[in-house]
């Protein structure tokens, strides 16, 4: 299984700590933030890393270089501006399919959150994918409190565009999803494009499906998250076992 990470982001909110650096290669917790996300992805074993970039990306490169130092093997799909998280996908899909069978499922993971989601799964989520005839699969999340209104309706593990009964819950998308590539159809290569849309679609087309994550997940928005997140991770426990639990693939 191949897997991408999103690393295209220009990172305003952060600035002024983004005005020289990528913000994945922000430090947190004795490390760069794509650190913790290629050192999970290879302990699930998925070792083939797409990294998409725009703003710095040369310094990314120049930190990550093809990825050996952890064991990954990382190709890069560079951006002259940011293309959205579906153009930035649909750019990259010749890394991602690597010339396998053009309906293998990847894993897209934003660069701009920490977890401890269990990255095992994915390869997992791929099968189910495959099995179920969908074309996408999005790991939720408890709605933060900077985002309390949510993102999608989740039922069981369907993701619905509405629930008469109630019986889904809203919650917020982590940033973690296993998708087909038939779900970037039409998506020009080098044009802007946003995933909310194109995930909408599925969902109304009954192709869409997810599970919830109760465990640790921080959207990296900010920099006052960024050195609550650094303080909480520098003894490698949590301060607040109620917020944060062990790191399962970090």
């Known amino acids: 299984m191949r897997a991408m990470i999103l690393a295209a982001g220009r990172g305003e909110r952060m600035r002024p700590l983004t005005d020289q650096c990528p913000k994945p290669l922000l430090p947190v917790g004795g490390k760069p933030l794509i650190v913790w996300h290629i050192e999970a992805l290879v302990a699930a074993g ?3 890393i797409v990294i998409n970039h725009a703003w ?6 120049a930190a990550i270089g093809d990825g050996s130092s952890w064991g990954a093997q990382v190709q890069w799909s ?22 396998q069978d053009p309906v293998t499922p990847f894993a897209v993971v934003n660069g701009d959150i920490w977890t401890d989601f269990d990255r095992r799964r994915l390869p997992q989520i791929a099968s189910q994918l495959v099995a179920r005839g969908l074309d ?19 039922a069981g593990d369907q993701l619905v565009s ?22 970037f159809e039409g998506v020009a290569p080098g044009s802007r494009a946003p995933l909310a849309p194109r995930l909408r679609a599925a969902i109304d ?31 490698r426990y949590p301060s607040n076992p109620s917020k944060f639990s062990e790191p ?3």
């Not at 710095?56 to 490169?61: N, V």
């Not at 629930?163 to 779900?183: K, M, N, W």
């Not at 599970?211 to 900010?222: K, L, N, P, S, Y």
């Open 205 to 235: 087309a009954n192709r869409a499906g997810g599970e919830r994550h109760d465990g640790a997940w921080v959207d990296i928005g900010t920099p006052e998250r960024l050195r609550e997140l650094d303080s909480i991770l520098a003894g």
């Open 136 to 154: 996408a699969w999005c790991v939720l999340v408890p709605n933060p409190a900077h985002h309390p209104g949510g993102d999608f309706l989740l």
């Open 248 to 250: 399962q693939g970090a």
């Open 78 to 99: 560079p951006e002259g501006e940011a293309l959205e998280t579906a153009g930035g996908i649909a750019q990259a899909l010749p890394y991602l399919s690597g010339g």
């Open 56 to 61: 710095l990306g040369a310094h990314l490169e």
């Open 46 to 48: 998925v070792r083939k």
């Open 162 to 183: 509405q629930d008469p009964e109630s019986h889904a819950q809203r919650l917020t998308f982590s940033g973690i999803g296993v998708y087909q590539p038939a779900l």
